[in-house]
């Protein structure tokens, strides 16, 4: 929301820099997304008044002018001009030899037609204005001040040219702050200074009541909680002055005439949406004009203010009368009951809508107005009434119209204050800090919320226009946004690491600061994946159910059935949650290929969801996705291993078993697993991860015409094995190794992991690595065999091995092999 800085000082009644005041709502939680200087880039241009008017010699369609611009009139700038509009004596905006306009544009002195011209006397045009803002302005010409102004003054601010506007950037579950009196608050709770709304007051001139001229019946209150009609006669429409028109164009708002600048000056002041309705074109029932709030029925069409007919449906809430709709209710109102230049009475409407069904109406219809924008994050329904008023009052200000008195209200359930109990103790805990209850007290009443104490019970009582606020976390987190972020001390987490349970060190204070270890574990892997070569992605967590198709998944695989459907999804191709952390990154995959990148590695950790039968399951992947050159089976497996060495020094076991999904390619895809005992006789494992090529016909699908491969690492599996890793010192070796080399003649289909194991199943204490190093198969070892040469190295921590030494497991190991593989020995 762009508001401008004076309004919000003036509202906020502070006087701050404007880079300390945006800082310190920023710190508050209010971002700023930008900060802009309105008129700054316009430059010498001043005040100056015409003394004498003359035509040019040799143009019949120019003027040559002598300009006063100093306050004794001794300074006079002769400036040639083709304006139409002026006269002696009149002031008017002077841009001076060397000013600058807006779009750059430069001004010199010059000669027109051979007539020397020492500037350039400036239309609102030149200035970056039209005549929406300065209606009083001439279309063609050039501005002239209504009014004297000080001879050689700045123009800007005489003309409002001058304004900062601050850019928020409003949360989704803060529409209290969507306002210039909202954001005021916010400002005056940063500052530790009270805020009341502004007194409205209301003279009410005209005669009889509200209930005289208007009847209201709300036929869906769930949709419709609140309803206020207030009606004004004697309406003179007309430009709006310059105060206002200033106030709503810097904000961002076209001014119009003064109704409609009302309603939209309410808007950006309050947060309220206002309308305005022709009581003329409302139909009347027993004399009195008609509001019925109800649904739209089925096959109604109803053309809005903007000329389009809208179809719509019985979702759809609208404003009616007796006979016919005049406004879809929270998004825009009807051409059949606009204001017109003639209208003399008018029915300004100021209701509380139901946000789901507000954004619901303004998707279905391809509608968004700031008024729906508003409505969709949920509005305060007792800022309904104090909105109105405040309407009526720049009503009365502006000279506009006599305001009726009293109003029609139907509010038939009134929404009351929320109560929350909480502890400050706990908020203590939650924040880390020693503040004391009636600090934490004051901190809450700064933003609206009152608290009481009652025996050893505090309970807090929530504005009813904070309804973020539903819990004591919440409460924790207004008194740390006004206590500062930046003020609570780091503390080292005990807890956090897992070297002790959860204590306190009597301060009531929990060890904590910094990331846990499982965070800074998933920085780990992120950045040694860049250092792999791969680029993170970001892709989203919900897609078409089409996508196991795509991926070649079975109708009846779990990865379908235990899919998380959507209950309000944007569009069929965002439905369901993924089950597989793979489609997204597959898509950007195709993207870069089809636009001629010719090698591409990406990774992306995230979540996949599944419904089981105990509870809904989230599961965290880190995957890694590639194609292009250097990249094969071999490649995608290293990088795997490479991550899982940053977190343990136990080796990985491949195997084709277990379930690997049906997007991988049958003859190039494994599983990745660690055994998860010391005891060389336990073979149980833990699985870690898939890797491999994806499927050719998947690949298709994805308009990929390369080899693709990808590693799908199960990152909870993961940190439990970085967590049960026991760090031990060992100190460097002092004495020599002896090194190994054995070859074996095994069948093919035997896994280099059950070699491996077998192999340190008998290689006992002194056996320190092994490592294969040579694979044959060929005609030498026979068809189904293979030839699998290992490196084995022998070390002792305390003394020098002999040959002796090492016989025995070498023995041991080859009868091991030969037992419980076939193996023979070459």
Known sequence: MNIPISWL????????????????????????DGLAKLGADITNVIVGKIISLERHPDADKLWVTQSAVNPDESEILQIVTGAD??????????????????????????????????????????????????????????????????????????????????????????????????????????YNQAFSLPEIKLKESAGGDASDYVTVDIQDTARCPRYIARVV??????????????????????????????????????????HAFDINAVAAKDGKHGIIVRTARAGETFTTLDGTPRQLSETHLLIADHEKPIGIAGVMGGENSMILDTTATILFESANFDSANIRQTSRSLGMRTDASARYEKGQDPH??????????????????????????????????????????????????????????????????????????????????????????????????????????????????????????????????????????????????????????????????????????????????????????????????????????????????????????????????????????????????????????????????????????????????????????????????????????????????????????AVAKNYGLDTRVYVAMLDISAWHHVAQSRVFKYVSPPVFPPIDRDLAFKVKEDIPAADIEAAIRERGGQILSSVQLFDVYQGEQVGEGYKSVAYSLRFRDQNRTLTVDDVQKPIKAILDNLEKKLGAEIR
Request: with cysteine.
């Open 9 to 32: 000082k003036e509202a906020a009644n502070i006087q701050d820099a404007t880079p300390t005041l945006l800082e310190k709502l920023t710190d508050a939680g209010n971002a700023v």
């Open 85 to 190: 509009n002026l006269k002696v004596g009149d002031y008017i905006p002077v841009a001076i030899d060397g000013a600058t306009l807006v779009n750059g544009l430069k001004i010199k002195k010059t000669k027109m037609r051979g007539v020397e011209s020492n500037g350039m006397l400036c239309s609102i045009g030149e200035l970056g204005y039209t005549s929406a803002d300065f209606p009083e302005a001439s279309e063609e010409g050039i501005y002239v001040f209504p009014t004297p102004q000080p001879l050689g003054a700045d123009a800007r601010p005489i003309m409002g040219l001058l304004e900062e506007v601050a850019d928020f950037d409003i949360l989704s579950n803060r529409p209290d702050t969507n306002s210039v009196i909202g954001m005021a608050r916010e400002a005056a709770a940063v």
């Open 233 to 274: 006669k004697n309406v003179k429409i007309g430009p709006s002055p310059q105060w206002m028109r200033r106030r709503l164009s810097t904000a961002g708002v076209r001014p119009i005439n003064n109704i409609v600048d009302i309603t939209n000056y309410v808007m950006l002041e309050y947060g309220q949406p206002l």
């Open 383 to 696: 800022q309904a009434l104090t909105s109105i008023n405040r309407a009526m009052e720049l009503v009365e200000i502006l000279n506009c119209g006599e305001v009726v008195p009293g109003m029609v209200d139907v509010f038939p359930q009134p929404a009351n204050q929320r109560k929350i109990n909480y502890d400050p103790a706990r908020i203590n805990e939650l924040l880390g800090t020693q503040l004391t209850p009636d600090e934490i007290n004051n901190y809450l009443s700064r933003v609206g919320i009152s608290t009481r104490q009652e025996g050893g019970e505090y309970e807090a009582e929530i504005p009813t226009f904070r309804n973020d606020i539903t819990g004591a976390a919440d409460l924790a987190e207004e008194v740390a946004r006004f206590y500062g972020l930046n003020n609570i001390q780091p503390r080292y987490s005990q807890v956090l690491s897992g070297q002790t349970s959860p204590t306190h060190d009597g301060s009531g204070l929990p060890y904590e600061a910094g990331k846990p270890p499982r965070r800074r574990r998933e920085d780990n892997f992120k950045r040694a994946a860049v250092a792999l070569g791969y680029s993170e992605a970001l892709t989203y967590p919900f897609e078409s159910p089409k996508v196991m198709d795509k991926l070649l998944i079975p109708q009846e695989n779990n990865l379908r059935t235990n899919a998380v459907h959507l209950k309000n999804p944007l569009g069929e191709d965002f439905s369901v949650m993924r089950t597989l952390p793979v489609a997204g990154l597959l898509e950007s995959l195709a993207r870069n290929y089809n636009k001629g990148s010719k090698t591409t590695r990406l990774f992306e950790l995230a979540c996949t969801y599944s419904m089981t039968e105990a509870a809904p399951r989230e599961q965290q992947w880190l995957t890694l996705t590639a194609y292009g050159k250097d990249m094969d089976f071999l490649s995608i497996k290293g990088d795997a291993e490479t991550l899982f060495a940053t977190i343990t020094d136990k080796p990985a076991i491949f195997s084709r078993d277990g379930d690997i999904p049906g997007f991988f390619h049958p003859g190039r895809s494994a599983a990745m697993a660690v055994k998860t005992s010391p005891n060389p006789k336990d073979t149980t494992v833990q699985f870690l991860c898939y890797i491999g090529e994806v499927h050719p």
